[in-house]
């Protein structure tokens, strides 16, 4: 379906690999470096894991801070807030880096705006 959902809107999408958590062999580690992250502020290891198995955008962001995706693509079923906050639980600003960002796009027909 994305694939499908991409070429129609005319992008390439021959060198897109599309994950899944359920079907991942990373879980674990994910688990034990995103545990690691916030086990100070009181999360449980149980609950961490269950957001890296079952909350797409963890996953996603925990991909993209182990440098095993360049970027994520999230926003269509939930809100800019809840999705970034879910982002930022994985990633935070790197060294002399001043913050983590997102951008909002809309696809329009003809167009697409920032």
């Not at 599309?18 to 449980?44: C, D, M, P, W």
């Not at 269509?76 to 960002?101: E, K, P, Q």
């Amino acid at each position: 379906v994305v694939k499908n959902k991409l070429a129609e809107l005319g992008a390439k999408a021959d060198n897109v690999v599309i994950h899944n958590a359920r079907l991942s062999n990373q879980n674990e580690n994910y688990t034990n470096t995103l545990f690691k992250r916030v086990q100070r502020r009181g999360e449980l290891r149980r609950d961490v894991q269950r957001q890296v198995n079952n909350n797409r955008n963890v996953f996603g962001a925990m991909m993209v801070a182990n440098g095993e995706a360049s970027a994520m693509v999230t926003g269509l079923t939930r809100s800019f807030v809840d999705c970034f906050s879910d982002v930022r639980m994985a990633i935070t600003a790197s060294a002399g880096a001043a913050r983590v960002f997102g951008v909002s796009l809309v696809v329009t027909k003809g167009h697409a705006l920032f």
